[in-house]
């Protein structure tokens, strides 16, 4: 095995499926095929699954495409180095950011670091679901979870804070909720998961509630479940960066204020495939992001520290 058999499983991996890589590598399907047969008779050991749409890595198989692709990566980043040297900061970055947190708190961030690094490509994806970064060619995600996927690295950002809140006319005419199971029955705004049952965990000193909503107006699009609250329409279950200055200005109440909320996790994670060395640009990204959302949020809409 060498690191040209090893950067081919990279590329084939990263391409999705063979026709792709061909292309990517300008060879033709067969040849790519034959190399990656060779490449598993000398392993002994099959490396990739075929479909009939795409390529998916076996367990060696994702173990063998780290290996090339730190190789690669390491390579790229001494290339970089060299090339570098007295210039501005250059390169693409691809990046996925939850819709709510991605608009409300990320989109300052991410045009200051523009402004400062204009050299620098940078790719925003505003979606809450990407499951593989490697599929979706995708270089950072950032994710709501309880417990982040082992194969990557994980760096917490903080814990995301939960707020119920209401328009003061859903309010005169409603009443608030004093108590987490006074939200079974009402109305709710929310966004949701197709399929499962939406679960609200509601934490106050050693005391735990569980709580299963049945939202009216669901969405993944927070600006929507604003709009949704603002009108009246129930009560908002949601981070606190989408409803802050609605709240600081009285245009929505709070509820369940000596509470903690949760939904879909408690913490904010920033994921990235693992690397020694990564390039300029990604490792700028990953620095600045992370200084950023681990400042204090004291009075500002954003996360607790991690903890």
């Known amino acids: 095995m060498d690191t040209k058999s090893l950067t081919l499983l990279v590329e084939i991996l990263d391409a999705g499926n063979l026709s792709e890589a061909a292309r990517r590598l300008k060879m033709t399907?067969?040849?790519?095929?034959?190399?990656?047969?060779?490449?598993?008779?000398?392993?002994?050991?099959?490396?990739?699954?075929r479909t009939t749409r795409r390529v998916e890595p076996t367990e060696i198989g994702l173990k063998l495409y780290q290996h090339g692709r730190s190789i690669r990566d390491e390579l790229a980043a001494a290339r970089e180095s060299v090339e570098s040297l007295g210039k501005t900061p250059q390169g693409r970055v691809r990046l996925s950011v939850p819709s709510g947190y991605?608009?409300?708190?990320?989109?300052?961030?991410?045009l200051e670091f523009m402004r400062s690094y204009p050299g620098i490509v940078l790719d925003v994806l505003f979606e809450n679901s990407v499951e593989d970064l490697l599929r979706e060619e995708v270089d950072l995600a950032v994710r709501i979870m309880s417990e982040p996927p082992g194969h990557l690295v994980a760096r917490e950002l903080g814990r995301v804070r939960y707020v119920a809140c209401a328009s003061p006319a859903y309010a005169?005419?409603?009443?608030?909720p004093a108590r987490p199971e006074a939200l079974c029955g009402a109305p709710?705004?929310?966004?949701?998961?197709?399929?499962?049952?939406?679960?609200?965990?509601?934490?106050?000193?050693?005391?735990?509630?569980?709580?299963?909503?049945?939202?009216?107006?669901?969405?993944?699009?927070?600006?929507?479940?604003?709009?949704?609250?603002?009108?009246?329409?129930?009560?908002?279950?949601?981070?606190?960066?989408?409803?802050?200055?609605?709240?600081?200005?009285?245009?929505?109440?709070?509820?369940?204020?000596?509470w903690r909320l949760s939904i879909f996790g408690r913490s904010m994670y920033l994921l990235y495939m693992p690397s020694r060395h990564h390039p300029r640009a990604l490792a700028m990204l990953i620095e600045f992001?992370?200084?950023k959302a681990l400042a204090a949020h004291e009075g500002r809409p954003g996360l607790l520290p991690p903890g």
């Open 29 to 49: 399907r067969a040849n790519v095929s034959y190399h990656l047969n060779q490449l598993e008779r000398a392993v002994g050991m099959q490396l990739v699954r």
């Open 289 to 291: 992001i992370l200084a």
């Open 172 to 176: 005169a005419r409603r009443g608030l």
């Open 188 to 258: 709710i705004i929310s966004a949701a998961v197709i399929g499962r049952p939406l679960r609200l965990s509601a934490y106050q000193g050693n005391q735990r509630q569980q709580v299963v909503l049945e939202p009216t107006v669901v969405s993944r699009n927070y600006p929507f479940l604003r709009d949704a609250a603002l009108a009246g329409l129930g009560i908002a279950v949601v981070p606190d960066y989408v409803v802050h200055e609605d709240i600081a200005q009285g245009r929505l109440l709070t509820a369940l204020e000596q």
């Open 102 to 110: 991605g608009q409300f708190v990320m989109s300052p961030w991410l």
